[in-house]
């Protein structure tokens, strides 16, 4: 069995359809790239698959669990806007996660505050946007999580920063966990990927071991994607 | 050290090629120990699996070995190192050799220009 597995999966904004009957399997110890255009469904499916949002059709299973308190517990969920209010500082939102999420490991938030070159008594609203978006990735993935869900995490963020929060993600990720990242970056992002899904119209139309359709393909995944998205 | 990697091509690949490369250049000796793949996910900035794909395939053409405790070191076995070194000088001239016959140049041309060039070099470094 996979860590998530997803059968007819549908999910209607009024009469938009955002989900249309999405089959899925994923299995953990990697780290997946879920791609597409704007309005192809990726944040949809991450906030099904973090419990955000039980209304939809079909089945969905996280660890053979039913998305919901219980799976939440084990899934860290990074959502493409950020809840933290900017008041706090970089010590004070680690309080509130650690208070939050009994899976929270506060050693290894220091580790990534000192690998991010952050400030802990800084207040989020005097950090730059890279900064902020170092703080969000730090807090998510000092959880010791079987599953990370990262909706779009270096979108607006500069090429030094993406480098580095990408590492951050690579050092902490567990030998069992999965990570499911959504971008539309994907020539930044894809030396970190074991997969990739291409999603089009709330489908999945690709999914693919990233190495093997470089080889398959003579093509990046960026080539790929532009490719089948033209 | 970075590798600037070329996302066309398998990226397992083009780590097993550098490990390769360091190997024969003396940049990883032999006998030493290989980092841990997290450290090298990190430091190359790629998929874990991807490091330990790559070292795995090191392992099989007996360029390094595990030690269940110890870690993995890259091999001591001068014949194989040699062997790979060999392998690789003959992988760059088949390549050489089918850009020079595209060129149209002879082979007497080419060898005198690799002659002249190999001597210029040697002088150079002293």
């Known amino acids: ?230 | 050290m970075s590798i600037s990697f070329d996302n066309q091509r398998p990226i397992y690949i083009q780590l097993l090629d550098f490990f390769r490369a360091e190997i024969v250049s003396g940049s990883l000796s032999p006998g030493q120990k290989i980092e841990s793949v997290r450290e090298l996910a990190l430091k190359y900035g790629v998929n874990p699996n991807t490091v330990q794909r790559a070292l795995g395939e090191l392992e099989h053409l007996n360029l390094a070995r595990s030690d269940r405790t110890r870690g993995r070191f890259v091999t001591e076995d001068d014949e194989v190192i040699q062997q790979l070194r060999l392998d690789s000088a003959q992988q760059i001239t088949e390549d050489y050799i089918q850009a020079a016959r595209n060129l149209q140049i002879s082979l007497d041309d080419a060898l005198s220009l690799v002659k002249k060039l190999w001597d210029d070099q040697e002088g150079g470094k002293e």
């Open chain 1, 1 to 230: 069995m996979s860590l998530i597995e997803i059968r007819g999966l549908s999910k209607n904004y009024g009469h938009v359809r955002a989900l249309d009957y999405l089959d899925l399997n994923v299995d953990g110890g990697r780290i997946v790239g879920l791609a597409g255009p704007n309005g192809s469904g990726k944040t949809t499916l991450l906030r099904i698959l973090g419990a955000f949002d039980t209304a939809y059709s079909g089945d969905v299973s996280i660890d053979g669990l039913k998305p919901g308190r219980e799976t939440r517990a084990i899934t860290s969920y990074l959502p493409e806007k950020t809840a933290l209010s900017d008041w706090m500082t970089a010590d004070q939102a680690i309080a509130v996660y650690k208070d939050f999420f009994a899976d929270f490991k506060e050693d290894r938030a220091r580790e990534m505050l000192e690998f991010f070159k952050l400030e802990g008594s800084q207040k989020l609203r005097q950090m730059s946007k890279g900064m902020q978006e170092k703080v969000q990735i730090m807090l998510v993935m000092s959880r010791d999580a079987r599953i990370y869900l990262l909706d779009e995490p270096i979108s607006g963020v500069d090429p030094a920063s993406r480098k580095s929060i990408l590492r951050g993600i690579i050092g902490q990720a567990g030998e069992d966990s999965l990570v499911l990242v959504s971008t539309h970056l994907i020539s930044d992002i894809e030396p970190v990927l074991d997969e990739i899904i291409f999603l089009d119209f709330g489908r999945v139309i690709l999914h693919e071991q990233a190495d093997k359709m470089r080889a398959e393909r003579g093509q990046s995944l960026n080539e790929a994607f532009e490719e089948i998205y033209a």
